[in-house]
């Protein structure tokens, strides 16, 4: 049988980064595909407390959204609101769930988190508000260090997020490359580096051992 190289190399860089991650005070979980993160996702979160979501394709792949869903879980969901003043009011709730479920666009070497985000509802949940984050990530989303993540994440990711949502207006779609642009569909408001954590585990980083997410 071949020997996967892609996954061996992932999981000694995975041990590598959880040591820079610990310092920095995230909570590190390596799963080795995205199955046994629902299921250590769904382990760590209490069923009796309320949980938020938004912002990841990655999560809603996981089918861990179903699986809070199916065990009665008191989910803050903006997909089940019926109109636009209803959507904002759960995106306001969810910033006070128990625990919020995302993900991470890119992570430099030496653990530093970079998000790139439009409304700014996950940044939000990411810094402050839930008492617990869990978010899921591939180990194809460690760039290098924090310069070449930031640009990984402008010039690769936030295009491909703004295919995925059709946005075309912007000159990402009209030229295939980020224009830095100010346009009103623009997606790439506010742009966060998380360096540490304050409050040690509140951030719980589930790395992948497999290619998933944009
Ligand atoms: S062109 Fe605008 S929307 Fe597209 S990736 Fe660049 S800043 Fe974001």
Do not use: W
């Amino acid at each position: 049988m071949m020997k996967n190289y892609v996954k061996d190399r992932y999981e000694l860089a995975a041990q590598t980064l959880s040591k820079k991650l610990e310092r920095r005070n995230f909570e590190v979980i390596i799963c080795q595909d995205l199955e046994a993160a629902k299921k250590s996702a769904l382990r760590m979160i209490a069923s009796d407390k309320t949980v938020g979501f938004g912002g990841s394709i990655t999560v809603e792949k996981s089918g861990l959204i179903e699986a809070l869903y199916q065990r009665g879980q008191q989910m803050i969901d903006r997909e089940k609101t019926e109109t636009p003043e209803e959507r904002h009011r759960v995106m306001k709730q969810a910033l006070t769930a128990d625990y919020f479920l995302t993900s991470i666009n890119g992570i430099s070497e030496d653990g530093q988190l970079v998000n790139v985000d439009s409304v700014g509802n996950r940044v939000a949940a990411l810094t402050y508000g839930p008492d617990k984050v869990l978010a899921f990530v591939s180990m194809r989303k460690v760039y290098g260090d924090v310069e070449t993540t930031l640009e990984m994440v402008r010039k690769n990711t936030a295009p491909l997020n703004a295919h995925r949502l059709g946005l075309e207006k912007t000159p990402c779609i009209k030229k295939g490359n980020c224009g830095d642009c100010l346009q009103p569909e623009c997606i790439c408001n506010t742009i966060v580096i998380t360096r540490r954590s304050m409050v040690k585990n509140r951030l719980a980083i589930f790395l992948l051992l497999e290619d998933v997410g944009l």
